[in-house]
């Protein structure tokens, strides 16, 4: 893997993010292949956008950003999400009846899952029945050494104990933030401390990593063999939208270019930790180191 870059595709909402500033590129999976094709991989987005103007500028800035796709073009209009911030802390609201929520699968993205050294996917584009067929179909195509990593990303009302262990089943790579594994220990019945709780998911569904993160406290990344916890760096935030992505993306880039756990993990706070000092999801990122 040294000697070529990684392909790195995320599967699912491409969306603009309307904050108080003025609208910017995200949804989570494509943030997460944003920051693995800032640090140097070749990334991709499978998702769909509407035949309107806001689709044209959202390919438009993808290829800005040197991201290739794979992109259906429907007739719904292309997604977004108004985003609150207070004291730089984000809420969504998420408009319903979108681009994404129809996802078409084509055999450019099967061919494409099939290539891939890492995917990245979560619960809420699968909201809609036509996407949902679409990615877990995709999915299914993923060669068994690629990371398959599943960022839970609760939204809303867009999950459910099911669907949340479908994707589970379809991963080897978790993610989760501390609220999160406080509903999913309530979900799923899990007992014990948080530590042991991550280790019974690592053990559960066969993971080789589970990434669980605390905000401004500290994040912990599990294998079989080893655990890394480092605390979150004091910064001055700007905003925190797309950080957990970034923190993915990084992440991953740093594992499939040969890196140890520990510098791995050590790369990915350190990159969160740089996007929380700017705005939106998908800041220029002043050199690759």
Not at 60 to 82: A, D, F, R
Not at 247 to 260: D, E, I, N, Q
């Amino acid at each position: 893997m040294e000697n070529k870059k990684p392909i790195v595709v995320g599967i699912g909402e491409l969306l603009w993010d309307v904050l108080p500033t003025g609208k910017r590129a995200g949804g989570a999976p494509i943030n997460f292949v944003y920051h693995a094709t800032q640090m140097g991989a070749e990334g991709y987005a499978i998702s769909a956008v509407g035949n309107d103007l806001s689709g044209t500028e959202i390919v438009q800035e993808l290829e800005k950003n040197h991201i290739s796709n794979s992109l259906g073009t429907v007739e719904y209009p292309t997604g977004s999400v108004m985003v609150e911030l207070k004291e730089g802390i984000p809420t969504y609201t998420i408009i319903e009846g979108v681009a994404w929520d129809h996802i078409p699968l084509t055999q450019e993205s099967i061919d494409l899952i099939k290539r891939a050294d890492a995917i990245c996917f979560g619960t809420l584009a699968l909201r809609s029945q036509a996407s949902k067929e679409t990615i877990l179909s995709l999915l299914s195509y993923a060669r068994e050494d690629a990371l398959r990593f599943f960022d839970i990303n609760i939204r809303q009302s867009y999950y459910s104990k099911e669907l949340i262990e479908t994707l589970l089943h379809k991963a080897n790579v978790f993610k989760i933030n501390d609220e999160e594994l406080v509903l999913l220990r309530d979900m799923c019945k899990l007992e014990g401390s948080d530590d042991e709780v991550c280790r019974q998911i690592l053990q559960m569904y066969n993971l080789k990593y589970l990434v669980l993160t605390a905000g401004c406290a500290f994040s912990s990344i599990y294998t079989a063999d080893e655990v890394s916890t480092i605390p979150t760096p004091r910064v001055e935030v700007a905003d925190t939208v797309g950080a957990g992505d970034s923190f993915s993306g990084a992440f991953v880039y740093s594992v499939l270019t040969g890196k140890s756990l520990r510098e791995a993990h050590q790369t990915a706070v350190e990159t969160a930790a740089f996007v929380c000092t700017q705005e939106g999801a998908w800041p220029s990122y002043p050199n690759k180191d």
